[in-house]
């Protein structure tokens, strides 16, 4: 079946522009993460969407970040007036539920200039 | 704090010569650790799940074994076709979240 998608793929903007990223889950899946991978650095966790639970946003690294589940499915991550600081790949994973694997998208590489 | 630990960062070997990689982690209960594999340009890839000490796991030429401090992925006779970052993974039991907590990853290069 289908697995995770990003997109767009790459996103290049400029310093204190607004972009918006998308992750769709694999169907059926309940749980959806978002995570940020820096050059040399793991994957940092961002937020988690559990059903219809609060998300856990306990890793967004500002009140620049935000990112909302319309339906229980598709997701939607805001960087609101980007910094170069924020240039990374920005990975979505979905898992059938909270203890199970997570599979992760292809990523979106997003560079501020 | 929960923390994971990769080594070696980088390790290069010769077909079919094998190796393990190290996985050393600590965290506040353990649900489970993951092993992920991770092409350039792609994201991770699943490889295993070990939720307690003495499991072991099994895919081709991959073996992962689990501790109550750490995970090493066995590589036997590798393949070029194996070369990529080796990404392992935590999941605490003591918090709320489900979040993996990861290493940096090792970068495996096998030449022919």
């Known amino acids: 079946g289908a697995g995770v998608s990003q997109s767009p793929s790459n996103k290049v903007t400029e310093k204190g522009k607004d972009v918006e990223l998308r992750c769709d889950p694999i169907?059926?899946?309940?749980?959806l993460y978002w995570y940020r991978q820096s050059l040399g650095q793991g994957l940092e966790f961002l937020i988690y969407f559990q059903g219809n639970s609060a998300p856990d946003k306990s890793g967004l690294p500002s009140d620049r970040f935000s990112a909302e589940r319309t339906g229980g499915s598709v997701s939607t991550l805001t960087i609101q007036r980007t910094q170069q600081e924020d240039s990374a790949v920005y990975l979505c994973?979905?898992?059938?539920?909270?203890?199970?694997?997570?599979?992760f998208g292809p990523g979106t590489r997003l560079t501020v200039l | 704090e929960d923390q994971v630990t990769q080594s070696p960062e980088a390790l290069r070997l010769q077909e079919g010569e094998s190796s393990s990689l190290n996985c050393s982690y600590t965290?506040?209960?353990?649900?489970?650790l993951f092993w992920y594999r991770q092409d350039p340009g792609k994201g991770p890839e699943f490889l295993f799940t070990?939720?307690?000490a003495g499991e072991e796991k099994e895919k081709e030429r991959l073996k992962a074994t689990l501790t109550k401090k750490e995970s090493f992925l066995h590589i036997t006779a590798p393949k070029p076709e194996d070369s990529a970052t080796y990404l392992c993974a935590v999941q605490s039991s003591g918090g709320a979240t489900n979040k993996l907590i990861f290493g940096t990853g090792t970068l495996l290069a096998v030449q022919p």
């Open positions: 994973a979905s898992s059938p539920g909270p203890n199970n694997e997570q599979f």
């Open positions: 169907s059926g899946h309940t749980a």
């Open positions: 965290v506040s209960g353990l649900r489970g």
């Open positions: 070990l939720y307690s």
